[in-house]
């Protein structure tokens, strides 16, 4: 069943599809048992003398789909007309904070490709100081298979300005400039979202709106020439929100958070669609000012990905944990930094994540942590 919510409006449709690739606000319903007590950060297992502790089971990374490479999907010369300090960026292995679920067109057969200034959507705050990180940057999206998803995407809207299909630059009440939108490049869904700050005098709605557009006709026209274009499948037009509730992370939080898509009447973007498909969920809590205050999120077989981070210095190798209900060859870490906590968890393959901001808790390390417990171990 569809789970529809009342408008945010243009500007906050943007919003949800540039930091969104699920980034909803929530968690499932965590345990009423007592919440275990922070363990220090360290192995999860003690080999001893007659026992090999069990390496971590992460599963393997799919095989390319068919869509076309990043590097052609986003040029260097149309991107920098959009954001000039945008550079390529794995955003999923790279990025300190990046949300599982960013990964859900990949694994159902499409891309997902980012080009940044560095930071982060989920570093970005509504109010900032100079120098406080402000993600701005440019994500390309494909969803092959996805003729129908986007007929729904687009009936599924209150109104057709606030489709996550309608092409469209916005400015918000932040001093940024959002373009979103989608096209069908065959049976394929292509979808481009960009984020600037309004910072200098081409970051403007009307200037920047025929720049996006070309991106998006270029995007289209890669797609379109790709195997990714003609592929032919149950073209499913299933989507839905996760259901989230706020009580684990309230327990820990310093600060009142709520869902993202609580009382509002939010329309489907690529990323529900995506991530239905995988059987994905994603939440995130924001504060008074829809700031990202938590975020949850988990997407099976993608505990490479994990691997992956590890490898790369993202998440912290020392700072594995103890989490109860997990398995032999599971494992989590928690990595902090001066914004956030997160915790990865990979249990069967699948990589579950809990994200904490400094923002929302003081001691952001433990809560995190007591989070993570109350909520994966119930």
Same mark, same amino acid.
């Given at each position: 069943?569809?789970?529809?919510?009342?408008?945010?409006?243009?500007?906050?449709?943007?919003?949800?599809?540039?930091?969104?690739?699920?980034?909803?606000?929530?968690?499932?319903?965590?345990?009423?048992?007592?919440?275990?007590?922070?363990?220090?950060?360290?192995?999860?297992?003690?080999?001893?003398?007659?026992?090999?502790?069990?390496?971590?089971?992460?599963?393997?990374?799919?095989?390319? &789909?068919?869509?076309?490479?990043?590097?052609?999907?986003?040029?260097?010369?149309?991107?920098?007309?959009?954001?000039?300090?945008? =550079?390529?960026?794995?955003?999923?292995? =790279?990025?300190?904070?990046?949300?599982?679920?960013?990964?859900?067109?990949?694994?159902?057969? %499409?891309? %997902?490709?980012?080009?940044?200034?560095?930071?982060?959507?989920?570093?970005?705050?509504?109010?900032?100081?100079?120098? =406080?990180?402000?993600? =701005? &940057?440019?994500?390309?999206?494909?969803?092959?298979?996805?003729?129908?998803?986007?007929? /729904?995407?687009?009936?599924?809207?209150?109104?057709?300005?606030?489709?996550? /299909?309608?092409?469209?630059?916005?400015?918000?009440?932040?001093?940024?400039?959002?373009?979103?939108?989608?096209?069908?490049?065959?049976?394929?869904?292509?979808?481009?979202?960009?984020?600037?700050?309004? /910072?200098?005098?081409?970051?403007?709605?009307?200037?920047?709106?025929?720049?996006?557009?070309?991106?998006?006709?270029?995007?289209?026209?890669?797609?379109?020439?790709?195997?990714?274009?003609?592929?032919? &499948?149950?073209?499913?037009?299933?989507?839905?929100?996760?259901?989230?509730?706020?009580?684990?992370?309230?327990?820990?939080?310093?600060?009142?958070?709520?869902?993202?898509?609580?009382?509002?009447?939010?329309?489907?973007? $690529?990323?529900?669609?995506?991530?239905?498909?995988?059987?994905?969920?994603?939440?995130?809590?924001?504060?008074?000012?829809?700031?990202?205050?938590?975020?949850?999120?988990?997407?099976?077989?993608?505990?490479?990905?994990?691997?992956?981070?590890?490898?790369?210095?993202?998440?912290?190798?020392?700072?594995? $944990?103890?989490?109860?209900?997990?398995?032999?060859?599971?494992?989590?870490?928690?990595?902090?930094?001066?914004?956030?906590?997160?915790?990865?968890?990979?249990?069967?393959?699948?990589?579950?994540?809990?994200?904490? /901001?400094?923002?929302?808790?003081?001691?952001?390390?433990?809560?995190?942590?007591?989070?993570?417990?109350?909520?994966?171990?119930?």
């Amino acid at each position: 069943m569809h789970k529809k919510t009342v408008t945010r409006g243009v500007v906050a449709v943007a919003l949800l599809a540039a930091l969104s690739t699920g980034m909803t606000a929530c968690t499932p319903t965590t345990s009423a048992d007592p919440t275990p007590t922070p363990t220090d950060a360290s192995p999860s297992s003690s080999p001893t003398s007659d026992q090999t502790p069990a390496t971590t089971d992460f599963g393997t990374e799919p095989s390319a &789909g068919d869509a076309p490479a990043c590097d052609a999907l986003l040029p260097d010369d149309l991107v920098r007309a959009l954001v000039p300090d945008a =550079e390529p960026v794995d955003a999923i292995t =790279e990025l300190a904070h990046p949300a599982a679920t960013w990964n859900a067109t990949r694994l159902a057969g %499409g891309t %997902g490709c980012w080009a940044s200034n560095g930071s982060s959507p989920l570093d970005d705050r509504a109010a900032r100081t100079a120098d =406080e990180p402000a993600y =701005e &940057g440019v994500r390309v999206a494909v969803l092959p298979d996805a003729a129908a998803a986007f007929r /729904t995407a687009g009936t599924d809207a209150t109104a057709p300005a606030e489709s996550a /299909t309608t092409v469209r630059c916005a400015v918000s009440d932040a001093a940024r400039v959002y373009c979103n939108g989608g096209v069908l490049a065959g049976t394929a869904w292509v979808d481009v979202a960009v984020v600037r700050l309004q /910072t200098a005098a081409d970051a403007t709605p009307e200037a920047m709106q025929p720049e996006y557009e070309a991106l998006l006709e270029h995007a289209r026209e890669t797609v379109a020439a790709s195997p990714a274009a003609s592929v032919d &499948g149950d073209d499913s037009d299933d989507w839905s929100f996760t259901d989230c509730t706020t009580d684990g992370v309230a327990a820990v939080a310093d600060t009142t958070l709520r869902d993202s898509v609580t009382l509002t009447d939010t329309p489907p973007t $690529i990323d529900e669609f995506a991530q239905s498909r995988v059987g994905g969920s994603t939440c995130r809590f924001v504060g008074p000012e829809y700031t990202t205050g938590a975020v949850y999120a988990s997407v099976p077989d993608s505990g490479w990905v994990v691997e992956q981070r590890l490898a790369a210095g993202t998440v912290d190798r020392d700072g594995r $944990i103890d989490l109860p209900g997990l398995g032999a060859r599971d494992a989590a870490w928690r990595t902090c930094d001066e914004l956030a906590c997160t915790i990865d968890v990979v249990h069967d393959r699948t990589w579950t994540q809990y994200l904490l /901001t400094t923002e929302a808790a003081s001691d952001t390390a433990a809560a995190v942590e007591r989070w993570a417990a109350s909520s994966f171990g119930s």
